[in-house]
């Protein structure tokens, strides 16, 4: 389910974070039936800035490198 973030204009998903020596992934948890799906994967060296919300430390967003 996604969510409209009026503030940011963006769309978001919610999803978990898997840390491994060189990547991040990216998973969607469905509720629903205990699924978790991979929805993308990054370089941990393509990743250019990270910001985590002050209020809900719960989000956050990623931001890479080819972005700038």
Do not use: W
């Amino acid at each position: 389910m996604a969510i409209k973030d009026e503030q940011n204009t963006a769309n978001t998903v919610p999803c978990s974070l898997m840390l491994t020596d060189d990547k991040i992934y990216v998973c969607h948890d469905e509720s629903d039936n205990a699924l978790i799906r991979q929805l993308d994967s990054v370089k941990l060296g393509h990743i250019a800035q990270l910001f985590v919300d002050p209020q809900c430390q719960y989000y956050c967003v990623l931001v890479s490198e080819s972005c700038f």
